[in-house]
DNA sequence: ACAGTAGTAAACATGC
DNA sequence: GGCATGTTTACTACTG
């Protein structure tokens, strides 16, 4: 995963053009990362290839399971016990890491769990879970290999730097998941299945697929299968666990998924606001470890038809005794480790941010939501919501920030997952301080940043050199190269229609064809695909921001919110957003006539003319400015222009 | 393999 | 002539 990644940086290799060429090349980390997801989802079979053989009976099969899981367990022990953790990283620098794998072994022996007696406890599954996860772990670590450095001498060092950097926010992005997941499993966290299931399973993943966990678990069922006595050697002492378990969690509330099992909804409430607010319909037709008609209970999916079948089957089926007694105990620890692996990857990130000079200092340089920063790039002064909502469990990282966009270098083409992450609007207005000082390129296409940039302003329109300055002024990124950079700009103003370039007193301004915009984007992705695109381009910052947001808002706003359709309310909500970063979020079923008239804001800024193809204005420009004051109503039809942009109205007066 | 999109570089034109 | 601004072409890379 994380390797595949690094070799597609690598492979992505600059061709190389002065100094500026240099930059370019390290890039599409995401998409690096969307290619590892699969892979990282294969791992599993290692312990379930034995489904496949179809002459075992299932007692054999059982056996055999718990034989071959045992045996990697075995394995895997000895292998830490011998330092064969880090088998590429003689490196000292890893040392750091090179710790957390004791740690997380911490988790099975140092809890005095032998793998005797972890197989006494553990059912097959739940072995290869926590052997997944630990896995997990020696491949971040073996992420962490020096990779090969991008191959320009002057960058070389910052290079080296970058993808580290990078890499580290994968792993903290994969931890973050993981334990978003075990919560989830364990009860702290109740997604909606529908919820939870879906993005996450589209989530790129390196380590563990989260949606294979459930299959770890699975099969393995059989509640008859006795508990081992080994357990009680254990002492169960699950309230002490549960304190340091959960502690950022809201300690007391986890209890109920623990202990009382008859608690018809005993929903923890532990993630914040917008999700308890909108996401959680589950009303007193839900529980947490229920969903989509089957149990949640850590390996079990028992198939219930209704709330009090599912009541029953947990009070029978998971009542407290040694069994499940365990298997929340083996829940705590990993939540308990991923904790704490989160807890030092966060230091060792922020030590990280701390040599590069990414304002490191400060306790949370780049969550702080839309705030001040954002007030000043956005004119609009609303709240951009999806990402701002929530705080994002790691101060860190900018929370729209995917790791492809941290590349300092490489070209900003973050296509897919440019494309459908969050609005280019909203996430820089939550990262607005991030890109204003990190020297990162923002993951954003020109098209889009100068679109942003032109529509930030009240008259919707910006003379070129206006444009320069709002580029220099947002990123720092943007602050060398700038004969690259300019070039480009200017390269996009003219190849693309949207862009139109006005005859103003003043001299030349260039506005935006919002229509032309839209129209650029291929019409392709819809649904399911689009959805896919989506949650996979965000970066975990962005989905612990955007999943609380926006997935809590009934998944995806962008799909499905009313708000999006109602431009009054979507003006409200979304001033500039949807504009995605660089196209083709077609955010909306675009039915074409679904939504209300729109003014297309761009065009009638002023009176002002165009210079140029008046034949073609008419027909591609039509709202074009050229011909006196654009009256509104004479707009045309709105077409598919049902995205984003506040009622222009409000920014016209 | 192909088409579409995007980034980069560069040549060239125009106006100040 | 130098510079800023625009336009256009060519090439490369990435993605679906």
């Not at 990362?33 to 059982?62: F, H, I, K, Q």
């Not at 992450?421 to 889009?448: G, M, W």
């Not at 409200?572 to 939504?595: F, I, K, Q, R, T």
Request: hydrophobic content about 30%; overall charge negative.
């Amino acid at each position: 995963m994380m390797v595949e990644s690094a070799s597609e940086t690598i492979r992505s290799a600059p061709s190389g053009q002065n100094g500026v060429g240099s930059l370019s090349g390290q890039a599409d980390g995401g998409s690096g990362g969307a290619t590892g997801t699969a892979a990282g989802c294969s791992g599993r079979d290692v312990a379930t290839g034995a489904d496949s053989n179809g002459e075992m009976s299932p007692a054999e099969l059982l056996h055999f399971q718990q034989q071959q899981a045992l045996q990697v367990a075995r394995q895997f022990l000895l292998q830490q016990a011998s330092g064969l953790s880090s088998p590429g990283n003689n490196d000292s620098k890893q040392s750091a890491s090179a710790v957390q794998v004791p740690v997380s072994v911490a988790m099975m022996s140092p809890q005095m769990l032998t793998p005797q007696q972890m197989q006494q406890i553990l059912s097959p599954p739940q072995l290869q879970a926590l052997l997944q996860q630990q896995q997990a772990l020696m491949l971040q670590q073996a992420d962490g290999t020096p990779l090969c450095p991008p191959p320009r001498a002057p960058h070389q060092a910052l290079g080296n730097k970058q993808l580290a950097f990078q890499q580290q926010l994968l792993q903290m992005q994969q931890l973050q998941q993981q334990h978003l997941l075990n919560l989830q499993r364990q009860g702290l966290v109740s997604l909606q299945p529908s919820q939870a299931s879906g993005p996450l399973q589209t989530l790129p993943q390196a380590a563990v697929c989260p949606t294979d966990l459930p299959q770890l678990w699975k099969g393995e069922g059989t509640p008859g299968q006795p508990a081992e006595d080994s357990v009680k050697q254990e002492g169960l002492d699950l309230t002490g666990t549960a304190a340091t378990a959960t502690s950022f969690a809201a300690p007391p509330k986890v209890s109920p998924p623990l202990s009382h099992h008859t608690l018809p909804n005993g929903q923890p409430t532990v993630l914040t606001s917008r999700r308890d607010s909108s996401s959680h319909e589950e009303t007193p037709g839900s529980h947490p470890l229920y969903g989509h008609g089957e149990c949640k209970w850590p390996g079990c999916e028992t198939l219930c038809e209704d709330l009090g079948q599912f009541i029953k089957h947990l009070n029978t089926e998971h009542a407290l005794d040694d069994r499940s007694t365990a298997q929340c105990r083996v829940q705590m620890q990993v939540v308990q480790q991923l904790e704490i692996q989160l807890a030092k990857e966060s230091e060792r990130l922020q030590a990280m941010m701390a040599h590069l000079h990414m304002r490191p200092s400060e306790p949370k340089p780049f969550s702080q939501p839309v705030t001040v920063s954002a007030a000043d790039s956005f004119p609009d002064g609303l709240v951009h919501p999806p990402t701002s909502a929530a705080a994002p469990v790691t101060p860190l990282r900018p929370p729209g920030l995917s790791s492809a966009s941290l590349h300092s270098g490489g070209p900003a083409r973050r296509r897919s997952s440019d494309k459908f992450c969050s609005p280019i609007s909203s996430e820089l207005a939550q990262n607005h301080e991030f890109y204003k000082n990190a020297d990162v390129r923002p993951p954003f296409t020109y098209a889009s940043l100068i679109r942003q940039a032109i529509l930030e302003t009240p008259d919707r329109q910006l003379t070129l050199n206006e444009i320069y300055n709002w580029f220099t002024r947002m990123f720092a990124y943007f602050r060398r190269n700038t004969a690259t950079w300019k070039n480009a700009v200017r390269h996009n103003l003219s190849l693309h229609k949207c862009f139109v370039r006005v005859e103003n007193v003043k001299g030349a301004v260039w506005t935006v064809d919002e229509r032309e915009y839209q129209k650029r984007r291929p019409p392709k992705m819809t649904g399911p695909t689009l959805v896919k695109n989506m949650i996979s381009g965000l970066s975990y910052g962005a989905l612990n921001a955007s999943y609380q947001a926006a997935l809590a808002e009934s998944s995806f706003p962008l799909l499905n919110s009313p708000g999006v359709l109602n431009p009054g309310s979507a003006s409200s909500l979304l001033p500039l957003s949807h504009d995605d970063a660089g196209a083709p979020v077609e955010p909306l079923p675009s039915n074409g006539s679904s939504s209300p008239p729109r003014l297309s804001p761009p065009q009638y800024s002023h009176q002002v003319q165009v210079k140029e193809e008046p034949a073609e204005a008419e027909e591609d420009r039509q709202p074009a400015p050229s011909l006196g004051p654009p009256n509104p109503s004479t707009m045309g039809p709105p077409e598919d222009r049902d995205l984003e942009e506040e009622l222009p109205g409000e920014e016209l007066s």
